[in-house]
């Protein structure tokens, strides 16, 4: 049997347990596809394959039990379709967001199209190892951004204005992590319990509570898996142009530092990250971590 092998060795392409099928990957950013790419989808499944797609845990979609000799015209048509190969070995693979301002009522930060910027940045690009990228619009984590080696989170500082409380503990009961307390009639917010949601903002019937600024929370090196772990933060920045910086310059250090086969998380101290940080911070941020 004859194998297209160039295509077959795209990170797209996976070689299913029976060896004489593989299995495609789509490239679909955020997990966002319009009505007429998804019916695309459906019929590249039908003509190729048995019909049956499978959506993957990285928000794309999955063709499976395809002929690896009809992987050349599976991969045109899928591009035809606005809809191409993906990633999934050693490279940067479909970036993932929850719906964010788009639908969610808690989101701090707009998803899809920072998905979409970020994907068209850096997606695909081989690495020494599998980076995996995901945006939440707020500290619920839905999408569990700091268990991937690049998470990026929208959070909102509250700010309280001075003077004007009536002490009636509303915003202390929306607040989830005990972050008010009232004390002498006021609200006072505990700094160190606040996880910067921003839902006691919405919360004051009167109006106290402002934001402060929103801004994404960057963290690198978290991990699923057999051992799962949590990414350390690296950095918050105020837009999303930043951002888009940010994830530029954290991927390129991860290509010229990491070492191939293991997982950033356990090699981060190695790579000295903390100078990368605070390269990082002084280049954003004038050196202060915010
Ligand atoms: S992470 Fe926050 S903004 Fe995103 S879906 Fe969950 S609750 Fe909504
Ligand atoms: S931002 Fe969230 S965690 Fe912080 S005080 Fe408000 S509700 Fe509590
Ligand atoms: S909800 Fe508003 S008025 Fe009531 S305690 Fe909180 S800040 Fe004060």
Redesign the pocket.
């Known amino acids: 049997m004859t194998r297209n092998r160039p295509i077959y060795k795209r990170g797209g392409v996976i070689t299913e347990r029976n060896p004489d099928f593989c299995a495609v990957r789509l490239r679909i950013p955020a997990g966002v596809l319009t009505a007429e790419k998804l019916a695309g989808i459906g019929k590249i499944a039908k003509k190729y394959s048995d019909g049956e797609v499978h959506l993957t845990t990285r928000q794309t979609v999955e063709i499976p039990h395809i002929d690896p000799d009809l992987l050349e015209e599976v991969a045109h048509e899928l591009k035809e379709n606005g809809t191409p190969l993906g990633s999934e070995y050693d490279e940067v693979v479909n970036i993932i ?5 788009a ?7 707009e ?1 899809y199209g920072l998905a979409k910027r970020i994907d068209a940045k850096v997606f695909g690009r081989e690495m020494p190892i599998r980076v995996r990228i995901s945006l ?8 569990s951004p700091v268990l991937n080696e690049i998470g990026i ?2 959070r909102i500082r509250p700010l309280r204005i001075e003077g004007m409380c009536t002490g009636c503990g509303t915003c202390a009961k929306y607040c989830k992590e005990a972050a008010i307390i009232i004390r002498n009639g006021i609200s006072e917010l505990i700094p160190e319990k606040c996880v910067q ?1 921003g839902i006691c903002i919405y919360s004051c019937p009167f109006d106290l509570l402002k934001s402060e600024y929103c801004h994404y929370l960057i963290t690198i090196g978290g991990r699923r898996g057999r051992h799962p772990h949590p990414g350390k933060e690296l950095i918050t920045v105020e837009t999303e142009d930043e951002v888009v910086a940010v994830i530029e310059q954290v991927v390129t250090w991860i290509y010229r530092k990491a070492w191939s086969g293991r997982h950033l998380a356990d090699q981060l101290d190695e790579l000295d990250f903390e100078s990368f940080r605070t390269e990082l911070q002084v280049k954003f941020n004038g050196g202060t971590s915010k």
């Open positions: 967001a929850c719906p964010g301002t639908g969610c009522k808690y989101s701090n930060i998803t939440s619009g707020c500290p619920n984590a839905c999408t989170v929208g949601c």
